[in-house]
């Protein structure tokens, strides 16, 4: 299986309108795309004028055509009249010695995701995905601790998460384009449930169990992340980010 994030800055007050047209005309278009299991707009719970369209797809070829057939595209621009103009600023000096800023517009950042661990079908993907609560938390891994971290997480991590009450469904993931950079992606009933299991101390005692293979100081960044809320989780080696659920469809008959 394989995930794609898509992060974007949304105008202010136009959630409502970014999820309808998510919901009546993206949603459709990728359910009707080969090797698109899961399709969700997720909003961040510390920052909500930030959202992430998060798919699953059957196969890291599934959605590489997606996006060369020009769907990707396509929904992008339907969904631009919602989007902030995020920009960062270039500097040159021109012909008669003036400095000149230039604003450089971005588009929304795409991050690609191989899933390595997730037993038996996604929790993710089965019934309505509507106010469930997506918690990330991202970490990078020492290049000698990758299987040691993913024995850890197969074997004592993912059976703790699955004791814990809310939390529906949980999986590792690896980036696509670096393997030492890794997500846990944890699936909850209610926020108030994810809250709750980093308050009881269970989410300390399992990170105590791979803070020996971390590679030290991380953060995690998808985009420029201008005006977002991220927290550190630990000292210094892993970030945590909770999003939620804002409309979503299955795939999956």
Not at 44 to 61: K, P, V
Not at 72 to 99: F, G, H, N
Not at 133 to 152: A, H, M, N, Q, T
Not at 163 to 188: F, Q
Request: charged share 30%; aromatic share 8%.
């Amino acid at each position: 299986m394989f995930m794609r994030l898509v992060q974007m800055q949304v105008k202010q007050d136009s959630i409502d309108k970014l999820s309808k047209k998510y919901r009546e005309e993206v949603i459709p278009r990728l359910g009707k795309t080969d090797g698109c299991r899961f399709a969700s707009l997720v909003q961040s719970a510390g920052n909500l004028d930030e959202c992430m369209s998060l798919t699953l797809w059957e196969s890291a070829s599934a959605a590489e055509e997606y996006v060369r057939s020009g769907t990707y595209s396509e929904l992008l621009d339907s969904l631009t009249p919602y989007l902030a103009e995020t920009s960062e600023w270039k500097v040159k000096l021109t012909e008669d010695q003036r400095i000149e800023y230039i604003p450089v517009t971005e588009e929304p950042s795409v991050k690609a995701y191989n899933v390595t661990l997730a037993p038996g079908d996604p929790g993710i993907v089965s019934g309505s995905p509507d106010a469930l609560y997506v918690r990330i938390l991202s970490v990078r891994v020492k290049p000698d601790g990758k299987d040691e971290f993913r024995r850890i997480y197969e074997h004592e991590i993912l059976p703790a998460l699955h004791e814990t009450r809310g939390c529906r469904y949980a999986y590792l993931t690896e980036d696509a384009a670096n393997p030492d950079e890794a997500l846990s992606l944890t699936v909850w009933d209610r926020k108030e449930d994810a809250d709750e299991y980093e308050k009881s101390g269970r989410f300390g005692s399992l990170v105590k169990k791979i803070s020996h293979l971390l590679a030290g100081l991380y953060q995690w960044k998808m985009s420029l992340g201008k005006g977002s809320s991220r927290s550190a989780v630990t000292s210094e080696d892993m970030t945590s980010e909770g999003y939620q659920v804002v409309t979503g469809r299955s795939f999956v008959s």
